[in-house]
């Protein structure tokens, strides 16, 4: 039996505040669940970044640019067949609606692709158990009794939800992907990702595989509105902690009006430990505006309320969305534009992924 033993690569992240010129021949991927609508997390941690990335002239040339629908990963939360159809139209409708324009990059379903999880396969029989077990998004599903993923004990949990950083990886090595533009709350994964990528080429005696360069997003993380030591997720069960892209003003004002903030008075300023909602605020106002947290909190020195400031990022927000929302409505109406377009995502999609496949076999012997 051959034991592999893994290191997580943390190097090649990167922040990035503009956006980046790719070097000819890179692949950048990367996929967001599609358990329904878009929220703000997803927006400013990923997807305007695709959008940002793949419009970039400078970047056109001879780069491929991949991004879709984690469909796979959906399955490990329960989910009614029918709810899951909806959610995956509405997040590529979400996605289409926010900017990311199919014409300039491949976008499409993973269950589409069968080699995703072919690889996933290949890839678990390379990953330790502890490794697993030390990712914080299973630490935080095992012990966060608000999560909906949460069951009686870790022993009735799912390993689908234990393994499916592994699925991850699998799905950026299968392009052979360069870089992966995420949100921060995705590093650990995405070291995983490189420690697979290098365990792989050393047992096989190959350089098959880059390690892909994690580009973190200009945002931090987005936290829930009414608990804010937790990242902002579609499974809160509070829905009120999360702000969809698509949602209408009115449902976005009443979320922001209760948006957990603080009893101090005054200014309002950016400290993450004692004032963790307002900081928040903050956030997602630099992210929306483009700025850093510096220049946010100066230019809101005007503020003098906490009022003041929820009105403030209403308004902002219904700017940033206005379109996103009535193009949104126009998408999920045409269901066969939809369809279209992710069957020829997925017929570029799998080209590539075959390719790399078949020759992941002949490494491995599998061919
Ligand atoms: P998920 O919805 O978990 O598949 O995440 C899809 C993408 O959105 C990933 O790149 C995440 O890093 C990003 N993301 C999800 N939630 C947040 C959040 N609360 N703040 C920032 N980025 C997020």
Redesign the pocket.
Known sequence: MIRTSLRLYSSASVQITTIPKFAQRSTIF????P?GKIHL??Y???IRNWKDISESSENEQENTFIFGL?DL?ALTLPNEASVLKRNRYEAIASIIAAGVDPEKCILYHQSSVPEHAELNWVLTCLTSMGLLSRMTTWKSKVFDSDNAAFGSSEQNMKAGLFCYPVLQSADILLYKSTHVP??D??SQHLELSRSLASSFNKQFKSDFFPLPTTLLTP?N???SLRNPTK????SDLDQNSCIYINESPEVIQKKVRKATTDSIQGKITFDEVNRPGVSNLINIIAGLKRNSIDQTVEELSWITNHKELKDYICELLDTEFRDTRQYFEELTRNTTYLDKVCRLGSEKAREIASKNMREVKRLTGLD
């Open positions: 990367s996929l967001v669940q358990t997390g997803n400013l941690g990923a984690a990963h995420v949100g709350d995705q945002t993380k987005v936290l990242k902002m997720s579609k």
